[in-house]
């Protein structure tokens, strides 16, 4: 490991040549890896599963993919790793998979050992250590003939989930809904998406990932050379978190230094404790099992990396981060960060990412045009109204409140954040004014609309029914009027009848 080219000791306006020159991969190496790769992928698909019965049936070889460093193009010179996915035809669900996943890569290893003579290259099967949880892979080892390095390959047999592929749409969202209520471990099933995976990585410009090269650089000689035997945060995280830092510090733009994007992403390290990313590419809000689940997934503890393929599989959950965040700090005092400039990401990269994305958020009022503003999701929501009071040129008391598909209506109160309601996505608000002594009351509609109104607690029933026909509703005399499963006589006031702010009445029949 002391081998490898100095990064620290590098000047930051001289890494895209360090980079050339030592870490991309070099003719051979990459053609000695494909040649493996060959090799191993005919063996799986023409001879393993030949001829004999596995789970008491023939499995046949769906498709194969190429994961990992090599298939996601970011691979380092002499430091590849290939991750082999073989969909099989015996995985008809994940839940089959993770029953006979272990019977299934405990035929292959036999198989392989058995074989390997005829595969050209000196193959070392490795164990995997047996626990509580099935294991998902089976690590190969082969000798490279061309030098002394080792070409590492993990064999992961996976539940075809995605069918037939295409790297143009979102996977159906009940694909996700299984994964979510099937209830494995999180990220178990993450290599049924190595395609959504690859294709996120992939698809990025060269100079993204030279920049992605140059972190997991980083990430092998200063962290798990340092750290041996410690559970450190994945490359795959690592990955993710500078693909983040680059999309809000550059635009997506691949013109850019590569000092300044490794800089970028030494301080996100540093401030790791802020780090909230996810992305909507493959899943989003609109499911509510899915919905559902990714508001516990961005309330919890810092970091949260979600996979964009995989919402199950918080890449933040695990690893000594301190210990990452440790060597940042150092590294952000080597000669190849100290001169380079800042990416200009609002205030700061660390600040800008405490929640995530910023929210888009349609602003409704009655008698008025909607539109439309965006906020960070851990803004106090006292902010968000303030820019809304002032764009509406309200004097009044202001009331926001927001309703869940299906949900009651709810306030949004401005000591807290809409990360606090579970608001990450796209949200509609309804704006209500008041002026003293009124207060706000929400109507149901029978269709499950919900809406707020202003009024005076010592109006009568007749009233509110006035200000529902005012607003588009039914007739007063069509209204019928519940609160807490008692029918309201027109006569009555609110004060009398207990509702206070913010209660909801039913509005159950039209006559």
């Keep these: 490991m002391d081998t490898l080219p100095d990064l620290y000791g590098t000047v930051g306006d001289s890494l895209d040549y360090f980079l050339e020159h030592s870490l991309q991969p070099q003719r051979d190496w990459k053609e000695e890896g494909k040649d493996a790769w060959e090799r191993i992928e005919r063996f799986f698909r023409e001879k393993c599963f030949c001829d004999e019965l596995l789970l008491d049936q023939e499995v046949r070889v769906l498709k194969v993919v190429k994961g990992g460093s090599s298939g996601k193009g970011t691979a380092l010179n002499h430091r590849s790793d290939q991750d082999m996915i073989l969909f099989l035809s015996c995985f008809s669900s994940f839940k089959q998979q ?4 272990k019977a299934v890569i405990d035929f292959i290893k036999s198989k392989l050992i058995h074989c390997r003579k005829s595969l050209a290259y000196n193959i ?27 070409i590492c390959m993990d064999i992961l047999p996976a539940y075809n ?23 494995g471990y999180p990220g178990d099933f993450s290599p049924s998406f190595t395609e ?15 920049l992605l090269r140059l972190v997991k650089f980083w990430h092998l000689k200063y962290l798990r050379h340092k750290y041996r035997g410690t559970m450190l945060p994945s490359k795959y995280a690592l990955e993710l978190l500078t693909i983040y830092a680059w999309e809000m510090g550059t635009d997506s733009s691949d013109n850019f230094n590569l000092d300044e994007g490794f800089v970028a992403v030494m301080e996100l390290l540093r401030d790791y404790q802020d780090i909230c990313i996810y992305w909507t590419k493959y899943y989003d809000f609109q499911n509510e099992v899915v919905r559902n689940f990714l508001k516990e997934q961005l309330k919890g503890d810092r970091p949260i990396i979600l996979d964009p393929a995989d919402p199950t599989n918080n890449l933040g959950r695990r690893g000594k981060w301190e210990l990452v965040a440790k060597e940042a700090t150092y590294c952000l005092r080597q ?4 001169t380079a400039d800042r990416w200009d990401v609002q205030v700061s990269i660390a600040h800008y990412l405490r929640g995530a994305r910023d929210v888009q958020v349609t602003v409704k009022q009655t008698g008025r045009e909607e539109w439309i503003l965006l906020t960070n999701p851990h803004s106090p929501i006292r902010k968000l109204k303030a820019k809304i009071k002032k764009k509406m040129n309200l004097c009044g008391n202001l009331h926001i409140s927001f309703q869940e598909p299906e949900g009651e209506r709810q306030p949004l109160s401005g000591r807290k954040t809409l990360s606090d309601y579970g608001i990450f996505s796209k949200v509609n608000i309804r704006v209500l004014e008041t002026f003293p002594p009124e207060i706000q009351v929400f109507v149901r509609y029978p269709g499950g609309q919900n809406k707020p109104f202003a009024i005076d607690p010592d109006a009568t029933i007749l009233s509110l029914k006035e200000k529902i026909e005012e607003d ?3 007739c007063t005399e069509d209204q019928v009027l519940l609160f807490e499963g008692k029918e309201l006589d027109d006569d ?7 509702i206070k702010d913010c209660d909801t009445i039913q509005l159950s029949r039209v006559s």
Excluded: M, W
């Design 492 to 498: 009555d006031d609110l004060a009398e009848l207990q």
């Design 472 to 474: 588009g509703g039914p």
């Design 161 to 183: 989930a995605l069918g037939s592929f295409s790297r143009d749409c979102k996977p159906e969202p009940e694909i996700y809904e299984n994964l979510i209520r099937c209830k």
């Design 124 to 150: 070392t099967v490795r164990q995997y250590k047996e626990g509580k949880r099935t294991p998902r892979s089976l690590t190969l080892e082969i000798q490279s003939r061309k030098s002394n390095d080792i």
């Design 196 to 210: 959504l995976q690859r294709h996120f990585v992939k698809s990025r410009p060269v100079k993204l990932k030279n």
């Design 335 to 338: 000669l190849c960060c100290v």
């Design 98 to 101: 993770a029953r006979d996943r």
